[in-house]
């Protein structure tokens, strides 16, 4: 099902599986916009939908806004990802993710900081929310 919990974790692993590979093959050290490019055509090499800068607009009071919000990667309809290449990943950066999450109504999101040693395990974080604890 594709909209199931399963789904997603096995989407998840799937496009870790394609950065781990951007980030074997170009290391760190590059700007995000160069990652942006590289995980995009990968999981577009491996048959995965993607959306790249995908907009993001708030609705506010009924008044829909269009405040150059960008969500970095959208993956089938249902996994919000978020590049970085920083020192360190800071809580603003995981709020966005999570503020972009909830504005497109995503269950699950993952922050990659490619400007690490180890990619899977200094730098992948991943994140659901009550639209992910509603499925099933």
């Not at 394609?18 to 090499?45: D, F, M, R, T």
């Not at 699950?108 to 992948?124: A, S, T």
């Amino acid at each position: 099902m594709k909209n199931s919990k399963a789904y997603l974790n096995e989407l998840t692993y799937k496009i870790n599986g394609a950065a781990i590979e951007v980030h074997k093959e170009l290391g760190p050290g590059l700007l995000e916009s160069v990652y942006q490019k590289c995980l995009a055509h990968e999981l577009q090499n491996r048959n995965i939908e993607i959306q790249t800068e995908k907009i993001i607009s708030i609705d506010f009071k009924g008044l829909e806004l269009d405040v150059n919000l960008k969500c970095d990667l959208l993956v089938e309809n249902a996994i919000c990802i978020e590049l970085k290449a920083v020192k360190e990943i800071m809580p603003v950066h995981e709020a966005q993710l999570l503020s972009y999450m909830k504005l497109l109504k995503i269950p699950k999101g993952i922050l990659f900081n490619f400007n690490v040693y180890n990619l899977y395990n200094e730098g992948q974080r991943t994140f659901v929310n009550e639209y992910f604890s509603n499925m099933i």
